[in-house]
């Protein structure tokens, strides 16, 4: 028969063992590891620019825009049935990082002559000469007179590929004046002025 002693001694011993194996089930339950990840975003550009001899470009992002160079001395002295030409080129600059797709509509017109005028806007090869031949390129906008605006095709650009400037799309705008007599006759010494806008949306 156990003594006292001995009984306290074995429930000492129950109780240190009790006690280590819940130590060292804490210890074995403590691994622990993480993944982070984050991450970071940057807008794109997106401009465009235009040229009125394909060397110098600038943005004229307000009307009426650059100057056309219409074929001259006729531009400034037109008879009746003359027709005028004048180059305009189209790119992105080098800090656009997406394509466009672009859209001509005439935005506005004005003087004596403004309804006796009709004309074309066409886009061209780059070699293409701004001339009569232009017609065989891609009609993009057209009016029976400046006051009108009939629509066309819109042609695309390509995104640049840094660190230069996109490839230029060259459109030739084509203006013819009115007869001599009857409907949209050209008037003696009018004059006349028109705006188209060349619209940019990124890809």
């Given at each position: 028969?156990?003594?006292?002693?001995?009984?306290?001694?074995?429930l000492a011993v129950?109780?240190?063992?009790?006690?280590?194996?819940?130590?060292?089930?804490v210890?074995?339950?403590?691994?622990?590891?993480?993944?982070?990840?984050?991450?970071?975003?940057?807008?794109g550009?997106?401009?465009?620019?235009?040229?009125?001899?394909?060397?110098?470009?600038a943005?004229?992002?307000?009307?009426?825009?650059?100057?056309?160079?219409?074929?001259?001395?006729?531009?400034?002295n037109?008879?009746?049935?003359?027709?005028?030409?004048?180059?305009f080129w189209l790119?992105?600059?080098?800090?656009?990082?997406?394509?466009?797709?672009?859209t001509?509509?005439?935005?506005?017109?004005?003087?004596?002559?403004?309804?006796?005028?009709?004309?074309?806007?066409?886009?061209?090869?780059?070699?293409?000469?701004?001339?009569a031949?232009?017609?065989?390129?891609?009609?993009?906008?057209?009016?029976d007179?400046l006051?009108?605006?009939d629509?066309?095709?819109?042609?695309?650009l390509?995104?640049?590929?840094?660190?230069?400037?996109?490839?230029?799309?060259?459109?030739c705008?084509?203006?013819?004046?009115g007869?001599?007599?009857?409907?949209?006759?050209?008037?003696?010494?009018?004059?006349?002025?028109?705006?188209?806008?060349?619209?940019?949306?990124?890809?």
């Amino acid at each position: 028969m156990a003594t006292k002693a001995t009984r306290r001694k074995a429930l000492a011993v129950l109780a240190g063992g009790l006690v280590l194996g819940v130590g060292a089930a804490v210890t074995l339950a403590a691994w622990n590891d993480s993944e982070f990840a984050t991450g970071t975003f940057q807008a794109g550009a997106f401009n465009l620019e235009g040229s009125t001899d394909g060397v110098d470009y600038a943005e004229h992002p307000d009307a009426p825009g650059a100057a056309l160079a219409f074929t001259l001395p006729l531009a400034g002295n037109l008879s009746p049935t003359d027709t005028v030409y004048a180059p305009f080129w189209l790119r992105l600059d080098d800090a656009t990082t997406t394509g466009a797709e672009v859209t001509v509509t005439r935005e506005a017109s004005s003087g004596a002559n403004e309804a006796n005028i009709s004309y074309d806007i066409y886009a061209i090869g780059a070699a293409a000469p701004c001339d009569a031949s232009a017609s065989a390129g891609t009609l993009l906008v057209s009016g029976d007179a400046l006051t009108d605006s009939d629509a066309g095709s819109t042609f695309a650009l390509a995104a640049p590929v840094s660190p230069a400037a996109g490839v230029a799309q060259k459109v030739c705008v084509i203006a013819t004046a009115g007869p001599e007599t009857g409907p949209g006759a050209l008037v003696e010494g009018g004059a006349a002025s028109a705006t188209w806008k060349f619209a940019a949306e990124s890809d």
